[in-house]
């Protein structure tokens, strides 16, 4: 059996797969492109999303965080008043000193009590005389 060869047929053939391997290169050239281009517009809308949810990620940071801020405010202006009131609020030596000075007013009041009992008794003593004796 003897094979012949016709370069003319192995020529042809030879383009023939070129021209389908060609062909083929330029589909799949095609497809990754439109492939590539679809993963592109899925990335983009991804990170489209994401930026999205890291902005409203941010605005309720931000919204807690001046929250959180005026209610330390409110809290800093509650301590300023109590700290004030605090100053001016009654001390244990404060209490002591107004004890010794109403002991102090008690005694003074005491002993005048028995000096007024005294000029009392005095009053009664002379008008009861007067009484007696009349006024010559």
């Not at 094979?3 to 042809?12: A, D, H, K, P, S």
């Not at 809290?75 to 001390?91: G, M, N, P, V, Y």
């Not at 000075?101 to 009992?117: D, Q």
């Amino acid at each position: 059996m003897i094979i012949e060869i016709n370069y003319l047929t192995v020529v042809i053939a030879g383009a023939v797969l070129s021209a389908f391997a060609g062909v083929l290169w330029a589909v799949g050239r095609t497809f990754l492109q439109q492939y590539g281009s679809m993963l592109a517009d899925q990335l983009a809308a991804h990170r489209a999303s994401e930026q999205k949810v890291a902005a409203d990620i941010q605005a309720r940071l931000d919204r807690m965080e001046s929250d959180q801020a005026a209610k330390l405010r409110a809290i800093d202006l509650e301590l300023d008043a109590l700290r004030s009131s605090s100053a001016k609020a009654l001390t244990h030596g404060d209490l002591d000193d107004l004890y010794v000075k109403v002991n102090a007013t008690s005694n003074s009041v005491s002993k005048m009590e028995g000096l007024l009992s005294n000029v009392n008794d005095t009053l009664r003593m002379i008008l009861s005389r007067i009484a007696d004796k009349g006024l010559s």
